[in-house]
């Protein structure tokens, strides 16, 4: 008899045959999935009730094996986005490790990326052509690597083909264990893995920031302006600003005209710090000198 997840499961689904669970559950325990990772997954994806395993799951579960995956980091791989199951085999998920493989030289490399692909991205043509941009660059091989390993399999939000360039050479100038390093310091502060490359998608010197600088701008961020997490991987530039010299005394200026109901509208932190100096005095302090008589020295004297 199926298990309790899949007879629930099976309720709401329209099952041809009664016997498709089954068919279901053991091949993935011919796998080595437990029953509960196959529970997990049925409830993640119940129309996996309804596939005929043998043709379409049993295929890309032996090829992931054959690339290097083992019978233990199969399950979870499957686990951490179960559509995984109802790719092409020959139109998505071969041409994707195909093409790390052309970048990385050798299956062992390969699998260790293709791991770590963010199956979102549906075009592996993107990969193939940010790798070209590297190669016209002059980006040595090593770099190629490194940066496919850790960033383009992540899905990074390279904005602009001049931010992929900068993010590349700042992957260039980084050893591994810098890295890694910097990305523990994240993480401490609260960051998954994924967010913090996220984050270096879209503003690369965020890894080049020193412990100091990072831990105590995310400090100020959360509990001074309480800000999300999501929001400073949104805008990770503010990572960037002198925390003393802008982020202080702009957020100080802005919360005295909010307490004195000088302005009615919310404008976020990231706009706040983002104007240059001109800008900003031209919006928030000149405007507001005769309510405000000392708002230029405050704001002058805390930056």
Same mark, same amino acid.
Request: one cysteine or more; hydrophobic letters at 40%.
């Given at each position: 008899?199926?298990?309790?997840?899949?007879?629930?499961?099976?309720?709401?689904?329209?099952?041809?045959?009664?016997?498709?669970?089954?068919?279901?559950?053991?091949?993935?325990?011919?796998?080595?999935?437990?029953?509960?990772?196959?529970?997990?997954?049925?409830?993640?994806?119940?129309?996996?009730?309804?596939?005929?395993?043998?043709?379409? /799951?049993?295929?890309?579960?032996?090829f992931? &094996?054959?690339?290097?995956?083992?019978?233990?980091?199969?399950?979870?791989?499957?686990?951490?986005?179960?559509?995984?199951?109802?790719?092409?085999?020959?139109?998505?998920?071969?041409?994707?490790?195909?093409? &790390?493989?052309?970048? &990385?030289?050798?299956?062992?490399?390969?699998?260790?990326?293709?791991?770590?692909?963010?199956?979102?991205?549906?075009?592996?043509?993107?990969?193939?052509?940010?790798?070209?941009?590297?190669?016209?660059?002059g980006?040595?091989q090593?770099?190629?690597?490194?940066?496919?390993?850790?960033?383009?399999?992540?899905?990074?939000?390279y904005?602009?083909?001049k931010?992929?360039?900068?993010?590349?050479?700042?992957?260039?100038?980084?050893?591994?264990?810098?890295w890694?390093?910097? =990305?523990?310091?994240?993480?401490?502060?609260?960051?998954?893995?994924?967010?913090?490359?996220?984050?270096?998608?879209?503003?690369?010197?965020?890894?080049?920031?020193?412990?100091?600088?990072i831990?105590?701008?995310?400090?100020?961020?959360?509990?001074?302006?309480?800000?999300s997490?999501?929001?400073?991987v949104?805008?990770?530039?503010?990572?960037?600003?002198?925390?003393?010299?802008?982020?202080?005394?702009?957020?100080?200026? /802005?919360?005295? =005209?909010?307490?004195?109901? =000088?302005?009615?509208?919310?404008?976020?932190?990231?706009?706040?710090?983002s104007?240059?100096?001109?800008?900003?005095?031209?919006?928030?302090?000149?405007?507001?000198?005769?309510?405000?008589?000392?708002?230029?020295?405050?704001?002058?004297?805390?930056?």
């Open positions: 008899m199926p298990s309790k997840v899949a007879m629930e499961v099976s309720k709401r689904v329209k099952l041809k045959a009664s016997d498709k669970p089954n068919l279901v559950l053991n091949l993935f325990r011919t796998y080595g999935f437990s029953d509960a990772q196959i529970s997990k997954i049925v409830e993640k994806c119940p129309r996996a009730l309804l596939a005929k395993p043998e043709a379409t /799951f049993s295929p890309k579960l032996s992931f &094996l054959s690339i290097g995956f083992s019978k233990s980091e199969l399950p979870e791989f499957i686990l951490s986005d179960c559509k995984i199951l109802f790719l092409s085999l020959t139109k998505t998920i071969i041409p994707r490790y195909e093409a &790390l493989k052309s970048v &990385l030289g050798d299956d062992d490399h390969a699998s260790r990326a293709f791991k770590q692909w963010d199956w979102h991205n549906k075009d592996p043509t993107i990969l193939l052509s940010n790798i070209e941009v590297l190669r016209e660059h980006v040595p090593s770099s190629v690597c490194l940066s496919t390993s850790y960033s383009l399999c992540k899905g990074c939000e904005r602009s083909g931010t992929f360039i900068h993010a590349v050479s700042v992957l260039a100038l980084t050893s591994k264990s810098t890694e390093s910097k =990305l523990d310091i994240y993480e401490r502060c609260g960051l998954s893995r994924d967010a913090i490359l996220s984050a270096f998608g879209r503003f690369p010197n965020c890894m080049m920031l020193s412990e100091d600088k831990t105590s701008t995310m400090k100020f961020l959360v509990d001074d302006m309480s800000l997490l999501v929001d400073i949104n805008c990770p530039v503010l990572l960037g600003y002198s925390l003393e010299q802008r982020i202080i005394p702009r957020c100080s200026v /802005f919360k005295i =005209l909010k307490t004195n109901s =000088l302005i009615k509208r919310d404008i976020s932190l990231c706009s706040l710090v104007f240059s100096e001109t800008k900003f005095l031209e919006k928030f302090v000149i405007p507001f000198q005769e309510s405000v008589p000392r708002l230029l020295d405050i704001y002058k004297s805390r930056s």
